[in-house]
């Protein structure tokens, strides 16, 4: 009795875990007649009403998966689970998973309401009900007074919003966005990515963003996970991959990185010390320091300047608050904290 | 105003080839179907409207006019078989047009070039080929009974559905063409995106892919319906000449009747038709975009 009441304290206390929507087991994919795997020992849970981002560069894989996992593409071994079914078999249309596509794929023939009510007059749903949501989801992307336009009439922010609504109207379980943002211009970009991050907050969908943009995917994420060349590099929260990168492709993908190997700090053999440039600054002349280089070149960037060294055949990147007085050919002292190192094996 | 009368010069080769090829033979037909048949063929003076008259009325002994149905009865039957012509080249053209979008690009090449190869023989050769085969002892009636499936050859060449055969043979890659080009420039994530949201085959067709490919049907649609509305080789030579068509009679009044007048007249009344066909389909594929 009382080792029984001990555990239910013991289970009143403990916080329940999220629960995982998309789980992802030894995913592979090999392309017919092709030698290369697109996709190799894929293994990823993403929790429930998490912003998780596919990052990679162009080739690695991400889309790929994404494609997977709305139904488009097949793997050739492993599994998916959407919400704890196994949905590898099933067509797109049995997914409870909707898609907002690189460049929008509005129907062109279709009102703005028309595009959006798309969804849900395939699934059946009633007149009024389907109006209702329509209407609903338009408010959500703040687009009412757009629904009788067509797609050709709207700006590209607008045409994107109205494939965001268009996803989320039939309420899916997750929404995929395969490079969202990627034909917007910087401005609207940036808008762009506080209004995702803002309307996946208040509809609480789980959202798997695919992206190249490493800047876009730190802004936006819970977690994320870099790819490249098919396989996983890393999953983690923004500030854990940037801080502490897996190995020297995320290093370097995340960021800019300073990537120095071992033997030049006194370490040893098969070692990489990763610094970011914003950590490094110049030592003053005759204190100690991490590493001398010879100064290459100082770009007065307005908010901080830009050095950049080399230390024999490595070469090195400071970003430095202010101005710096030096003159290139000079040999600098180079100095960082010892939490701003992070060493990493070859 | 250098940039105008480079406009102007860029246009010239335009408007000449139009002019040439386009404009002035119809000025031609337009003037000789307000003059007077000379015996032997061609045209002479006064300017009348006979050609005309002669479509809708016979002049009796005493001068006065009595409806006679048998024109206008031509012009409904090469109507019909023209409208057959282009739903039936509609139903088998799409299907075709859209396996050939779903192949991969070096076999939609390839089937691309099936699809243009009878360009390339002509069509006398092509329509003969038919009479070949559909006649009593061609190729079909002829496997039909070896394989004892008929007793007596099936009466296939000389009627209204060989003539249809043959021009539905001619005119399907009219067709097809403009229908895979507006396929072909339809993004295919559109339909990805419809079967993300739920759509099925019938609702993907129904609601996706008819209306963004209504251009090409259209276009398609007037590149069959005018020619076929003026055939007579089909007409002629699998049709055996029983049931006249207006591009047959047409034929007729400049070689054996010998009334270039009346078969200007004729060849006038066709392409008002045909300019009619466009100017609705044009409106309708307009509607179609805008609305």
Known sequence: MMALLEAQALEGRTIRPPRAMIEISAVEKIYAGGEVKALTGINLMIREHE???????????????????AGFEYPTAGGITIGGCDVVDLPPRQRSVNMVFQNYALFPHLTVARNIAFGLEMLNWKRAEIAARVAEVLALVRLQTFADRKPAQLSGGQQQRVALARALAPRPQVLLLDEPLSALDMKLRKEMQFELKQLQRQTGVTFVLVTHDQEEALAMSDRIAVMSAGRIQQVGAPQDIYDRPANRFVADFIGEANLIPGPLLGLGEGVVVSVRPERVGLAEAGAPDRLKAELRAVTFLGADTLVECQAGEVPLRARIRGAVHAMPGAVVGLIWPGEAQWLLRE | MLKLRSTLLLLLPAVGVIGVFMAIPMLITLVFSFM???????????????????????????????????????????????????????LLGFPIAWYI?????????????????????????????????????????????????IDHPLPLLYNQSAILLGLVYTFLPFMVLPIYATLERLDTRIIEAAYDLYVTRWRLFRRVIWPLSRPGVGAGAVLVFAPALGAFLQPDMLGGGKQLLIGSLIEMQFTASRDWPFGSALAIVVTLAVVIALILQGRRSNSGVKA
């Open chain 2, 101 to 149: 979008f779903c192949q991969s690009p070096a076999r939609r090449m390839l089937l691309l070039t099936l699809v243009t190869i009878p360009f390339w023989i002509n069509t006398l050769i092509r329509t003969y080929c038919w009479i070949l085969l559909l006649r009593d002892q061609g190729l079909v009636n002829d496997v039909l009974e070896y394989l004892r499936v």
């Open chain 1, 51 to 69: 912003f998780f981002t596919l990052l990679g560069p162009s080739g690695c894989g991400k889309t790929t998966l994404l494609r997977m996992i």
């Open chain 2, 36 to 90: 007077t048949a000379n015996t032997y063929g061609g045209v002479t003076m006064p300017l009348c409207v006979d050609a005309y008259v002669q479509m809708l009325f016979d002049q009796n002994f005493d001068g006065t006019l009595s409806f006679v149905p048998d024109y206008v009865i031509i012009m409904v039957r090469s109507v019909y078989l023209a409208l057959a012509t282009t739903v039936l080249t509609l």
